[in-house]
């Protein structure tokens, strides 16, 4: 069923964080969103969103650039022009624009809920079919204070059955980091893995001996200990190391998602459509780790409900999840813009049924919370 887009329209946003994230790249307490509407010429409208963390901190996407490439140069473009599917959407969009793959995750994402409200089928059925409904939830413990985090962690088990504990590192002292996520790992052991995300933070001669000592207190697997582009070090860390490494901001798209996969630089890849360049993108990363037999992990940019929905149906469409997900924007964010949010009971996010995303709007809350 071909869309006709009639117009595209934004929304910015900016939600505070329940608590601030710490970061080896700093300390994250807000979080931009862009919604963006696609009207079709039958007056259906699709809605998408953009997130990101404060600013250009994570990567080099600003939510103010997002809005400048959806708003000033795609949106005109794409006024009156029809597409028959998201592919080919995806691929206009490549076309007409480099990078921003924040920008291309909320048009993608809009124009898949329209899509899938006009033809009153979920989302995931138009990413290629659910080969799961069902996707496992990490949990994130902060670094700060140990009982606080061990206390937050028996919580987080005990009311949302989490199976997994990420924990961000790189931050502090390595001896205070490795005794601190040791402890946890012992606490939860049997009933919780422990993941660790450096952020880029280590330096390459380091890595080895750090993430060793990490795997000896009991962490499963490691994201991005070490700089995005040094494939060399991620591939002697792969052979070398007893823990699963995944990478995550060094995949900037599928064309370097398969130079990862052929040089074996990562174990395993998060997935991220902005990072990926969309949600198309994220496809093509996870064909590309299944080429290699390489497992995934669902990554999160702290989506709201909305965008959540969305990167769960990616989840659900790729062939391997062997490390779940963390799609804990909901749990993480102090307001949400759905009427319902989606999150995790027994450590399991259920993937929405309705047609398109299958996520209400609240847009009473939205119009109150939009910047104006
Ligand atoms: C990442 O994996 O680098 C957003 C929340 C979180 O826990 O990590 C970041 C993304
Ligand atoms: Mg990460």
């Known amino acids: 069923m071909a869309i006709h887009i009639q117009g595209i329209r934004t929304q910015r946003i900016d939600l505070q964080l329940r608590r601030p994230l710490r970061t080896s790249f700093g300390q994250i307490v807000e979080q931009h969103v862009l919604l963006v509407r696609t009207l079709d010429t039958d007056g259906v409208e699709g809605v998408g969103e953009a997130c990101v963390m404060g600013g250009p901190y994570w990567n080099a996407e600003t939510i103010e650039g997002t809005l400048a490439t959806v708003a000033r140069y795609a949106a005109p473009y794409l ?50 079919g659910a080969r799961r409904t069902s996707i496992p939830v990490a949990w994130t413990l902060d670094s700060g204070n140990l009982a606080d985090a061990i206390a937050d962690g028996e919580r987080a088990i005990e009311e949302r059955g989490h199976r997994l504990l990420k924990l961000k590192v790189g931050i502090d002292d390595t001896n205070a980091e490795v005794a601190y996520v040791g402890a946890i790992a012992r606490r939860f052991e ?31 697997v490691a994201e991005q200990p070490i700089a995005a582009h040094d494939m060399e070090t991620m591939a002697r860390l792969v052979r070398e190391c007893p823990i699963d490494i995944l990478a995550d901001e060094a995949l900037t798209g599928p064309a370097v998602a398969a130079q990862f996969a052929a040089a074996k630089s990562a174990s395993g890849f998060a997935l991220k459509p902005q990072r990926d360049g969309g949600l198309m993108d994220t496809l093509a990363t996870a064909a590309a780790a299944e080429a290699a037999n390489l497992r995934c992990y669902g990554g999160t940019m702290l989506e709201t409900s909305l965008g959540t929905a ?57 119009r109150r919370l939009e910047l104006k």
């Not at 490549?94 to 909320?106: D, E, I, P």
């Not at 809920?113 to 995931?124: E, T, W």
């Not at 890595?207 to 009991?218: K, P, S, Y």
């Not at 659900?316 to 924007?329: I, K, M, R, T, Y």
Request: hydrophobic content about 45%; charged content about 25%; overall charge neutral.
């Open 79 to 128: 006024k009156g022009r029809r597409f028959e599917n998201l592919s080919e959407y995806s691929r206009a969009l490549h076309r007409l624009f480099r990078g921003n793959g924040a920008a291309r995750t909320a048009l993608e994402m809009s124009f898949l809920d329209l899509a899938g409200k006009k033809s009153g089928r979920p989302a995931v059925e138009l990413l290629g």
């Open 190 to 220: 049997g009933r919780a893995r422990v993941l660790i995300d450096a952020n880029q933070a280590w330096a390459a001669g380091d890595a080895l001996d750090i993430l060793t000592r990490f795997h000896d207190v009991g962490v499963a």
């Open 310 to 366: 969305a990167v769960a149906a990616v989840c659900a469409a790729v062939v391997d999840l062997s490390w779940g997900s963390e799609l804990f924007g909901p749990l993480r964010l102090a307001a949400d813009i759905t009427t319902t949010s989606l999150v995790p009971r027994a450590g399991v996010l259920e993937l929405p049924t309705g047609p398109g995303l299958g996520v209400t709007l609240d847009e009473d809350r939205i």
